[in-house]
């Protein structure tokens, strides 16, 4: 017994890490692809050559997002015994807040030094802060996300320790028909169920968002009992089911020459609806099958955090430098040139971030 518990923590140390790799690359190539695309305040792609391709990256780069929530969820619920409400509040947020405010205040400030902006819209980005992150600091949208799912853990693991197989798919059913709201909302109406100018929160609004692959990954980790071989064929076909919808809805929307509204195209990469739940839950269970994971998925792992949140400071230079000015004719044919992009990004930050983690108290800085 003792031999296969540790098994299964090998287990999933190998899936965290290699999950906290995969999503931080996959993210600075999603990005990557959005220097191909964004204009403005639209989206215009340039030829067919780039609809393509940026088709085919942003299909299967946008499962980060929901797959780091899934691995919070998978390492953390239900909480350890004896962990009060307080006490996984205080090491979860000491974690991340410290770093986080470190670089909402970078992304406010810094760029007023090389004149991207002017001092006084720097003061205007400080004062705002406390309420939102700074524009030009997209990417940073994702925590006030992880914020709320660390806030919520403590609340629903007592009913997550003691739930069966059968209660947490009836929640994870309800789920699922929640990620069709988004779809409903653009081709139905804009208010469902109860919706209206007085109340956002709709009939599943308490089924819906985040909350739902919080509870699928517990799900995968207690009550799926599948076989590696199961794993695998079925991960595999949700996977490329997920990213082929969103491959085809990115390649679809962006007809070369033709400016649409940038919520059109996000649609399909939203995370929490049925194309990206699909290739979400596919992806994460190919990673429950990796055994175990080398020092240097390891070592990058521990780095993940920092480089995340620094990425936007190299991927705008970087892109810049490859795209040369002209996204239909870039330095590199667009199918390298992606990619390309998204790995140097990576591996600057990467090497940064190392250098930081070796002065004193640099979990403040990095985590």
Same mark, same amino acid.
């Given at each position: ?207 819906? #968002?985040? /909350?739902?692959? %919080?509870?699928? &990954? ?11 071989? *199961?794993? =695998? ?108 992009? #998204?790995? /140097?990004?990576? %591996?600057?930050? &990467? ?11 640099? *979990?403040? =800085?990095?985590?």
């Amino acid at each position: 017994m003792e031999n296969k518990q540790q098994k299964t923590f090998e287990n999933r140390i190998a899936l965290a890490d290699y999950i906290r790799v995969m999503a931080c690359l996959t993210v600075m190539v999603a990005h990557a692809c959005g220097k191909f695309i964004n204009v403005g305040g639209g989206i215009l792609i340039a030829n067919e050559s780039n609809r393509f391709w940026v088709s085919v990256y942003d299909g299967c780069c946008h499962v980060s997002v929901p797959l780091f929530m899934m691995l919070s969820a998978f390492l953390l619920v239900p909480l350890k015994p004896g962990v009060t409400m307080s006490q996984f509040y205080r090491r979860r947020f000491l974690r991340i807040l410290p770093p986080f405010i470190f670089f909402l205040l970078l992304y406010a400030v810094l760029p007023a030094t090389w004149g991207a902006f002017t001092w006084s819209k720097a003061v205007s980005r400080l004062l705002m802060l406390p309420f939102n992150f700074p524009s030009g600091a997209y990417h940073l949208w994702f925590m006030y996300p992880l914020i709320g799912i660390y806030l919520i853990i403590p609340v629903v693991s007592p009913w997550l320790e003691k739930a069966s197989a059968k209660d947490e798919l009836m929640f994870l059913g309800l789920f699922a028909f929640s990620t069709l709201i988004p779809w409903l909302h653009r081709f139905v109406s804009p208010r469902l169920w109860g919706e209206c100018n007085w109340n956002q929160f709709h009939a599943l609004w308490y089924c819906s #968002g985040y /909350l739902g692959y %919080l509870v699928l &990954a517990h799900y995968i980790r207690v009550h799926l009992k599948w076989s590696q071989q *199961k794993r =695998l064929f079925i991960g595999t076909i949700c996977f490329l089911l997920g990213t082929l919808f969103t491959a085809w809805y990115v390649w679809y929307k962006t007809v070369p020459g033709m400016l649409i509204d940038k919520s059109m195209l996000e649609l399909s990469m939203e995370a929490c609806t049925p194309n990206m739940l699909l290739a979400t839950f596919g992806a994460f269970l190919l990673f429950t099958c990796i055994q175990k994971a080398p020092s240097w998925i390891t070592s990058l792992a521990k780095l993940s955090f920092g480089m995340y949140l620094m990425h936007v400071f190299f991927l705008r230079s970087i892109a810049e430098w490859i795209i040369g000015g002209d996204v239909a004719h870039p330095l590199l044919p667009v199918w390298l040139a992606i990619p390309v992009i #998204g790995l /140097l990004t990576f %591996l600057c930050c &990467a090497v940064v971030t190392k250098l930081i983690s070796l002065i004193p108290g640099s *979990k403040y =800085l990095i985590g």
